[in-house]
């Protein structure tokens, strides 16, 4: 994996000229997002967040997928590598005495069929860098209708899959921090982590500028839901709400 990791990062890496070269398309912009702290759901906070949706040629940078290079293009199939980002935990408050999970890198491939602009299914898998290793990976589908009035509407179903290094990271107990904390000893297995069902909508404003919106409903699955942190602090059944302002790059 350490091998891939390179080899991917090397390949991303050399595409800045065409970056460059390609006209930047699509949207970005600041809001603000209401959140789970963590993704055992112990407590709930407000976060600025980057909203980005953008193209250059075969290069995108988006704030669920990362950076993607769609090296391979066909009849609506695309598939190529990616990088992205997995943000970690700080155990405070509920979670005091358990440990700090570090933010962390995310590198892997991505196949994605999307015959249409307002509709796709994808799949990514890659591995967890500068923090606790592990894969971790999605299969999910998203659908754009217009709502008249220059309204656009979105609907995404995603599934998160997680390895038992990833799920033990921030859904295991281990018996030092079970003392430190007071939750239950838990070893957390692989297996898909978490389904989220994502409703959006893109107001205009101006020709240039929007306001986007978002409402998320996250349920836990398998053995992150099954997790004590989950069932002494947590809560298995979480929401998510975003909103924020974008320019358009035309």
């Not at 009035?149 to 107990?173: E, K, R």
């Amino acid at each position: 994996m350490v091998r891939i990791t390179v080899v991917l990062f090397a390949a991303l890496t050399c595409l800045s000229a065409q970056v460059m070269a390609d006209g930047i398309k699509g949207e970005a912009g600041l809001g603000l997002s209401y959140q789970p702290h963590d993704p055992t759901g112990s407590r709930y906070e407000t976060r600025p967040v980057p909203y980005l949706d953008l193209d250059w040629g075969d290069v995108s940078l988006s704030t669920d997928d990362g950076l993607t290079w769609s090296a391979l293009k066909t009849h609506g199939f695309s598939a190529g590598p990616f990088l992205n980002y997995l943000p970690g935990r700080t155990a405070n408050g509920d979670l005091q005495g358990l440990h700090d999970v570090p933010d962390m890198g995310v590198v892997g491939g991505f196949v994605q069929y999307a015959p249409a602009d307002f509709w796709r299914v994808f799949a990514t898998l890659g591995e967890a860098v500068g923090g606790p290793e592990g894969v971790v990976g999605r299969l999910g589908g998203e659908i754009g209708y217009p709502l008249g009035g220059g309204v656009i509407g979105s609907t995404n179903l995603t599934a998160h899959y997680a390895d038992a290094q990833q799920n033990q990271a921030f859904y295991g107990v281990g018996a030092h921090a079970s003392r430190a904390s007071g939750i239950a000893r838990y070893n957390a297995s692989g297996g898909f982590q978490n389904v989220a069902l994502t409703q959006s909508f893109e107001f205009p404003l101006t020709p240039q500028w929007s306001l986007v919106t978002s409402a998320s409903w996250i349920h836990l699955t398998g053995s992150a839901a099954d997790s004590s942190i989950v069932k002494q602090v947590g809560d298995s059944n979480q929401g998510e709400v975003q909103a924020a302002i974008a320019y358009k790059f035309d």
